[in-house]
């Protein structure tokens, strides 16, 4: 079982970046994905997440409407589209996953039992 984060990269500010988290030897289908960021110095926090069946998503409220996360069953693999990028975007990204969550649940408490080694984005100003 593996999450491996690509993607990242330095952009500068206003520029778009795509992450891609791709899923070995688990179902899309029955986990909750997301993606977290943590920036030297500060708190981790939760970017956005998608849930297994349905795909519902959720986004940290700063983020809503630069960031889209969105999911290919047929690769395994999950996307993070980041738009419109800030300095203050800069942080090491991650994905994970929790089974049989939603994306409510992993995004606001944090209970993933599977994660993946992060991809750094920076973004220049």
């Known amino acids: 079982v593996q999450l491996q984060a690509s993607g990242g990269g330095l952009v500068q500010a206003g520029g778009s970046l795509r992450l891609s988290c791709a899923a070995s030897g688990i179902s899309l289908e029955m986990y909750a994905i997301g993606w977290f960021r943590q920036a030297p110095g500060k708190v981790r926090e939760a970017v956005s997440c998608?849930?297994?069946?349905?795909?519902?998503?959720y986004y940290a409220e700063s983020l809503k409407g630069r960031f889209i996360i969105s999911r290919d069953n047929a690769k395994n693999i999950i996307y993070l589209q980041m738009n419109s990028l800030k300095p203050e975007d800069t942080a090491l990204y991650y994905c994970?996953?929790?089974?049989?969550?939603?994306?409510?649940?992993?995004?606001?408490?944090?209970?993933?039992?599977?994660w993946g080694r992060g991809t750094q984005v920076t973004v220049s100003s």
């Open positions: 998608i849930s297994g069946g349905d795909g519902d998503e």
């Open positions: 994970a996953a929790e089974l049989k969550s939603r994306a409510s649940e992993l995004c606001t408490r944090f209970g993933y039992n599977l």
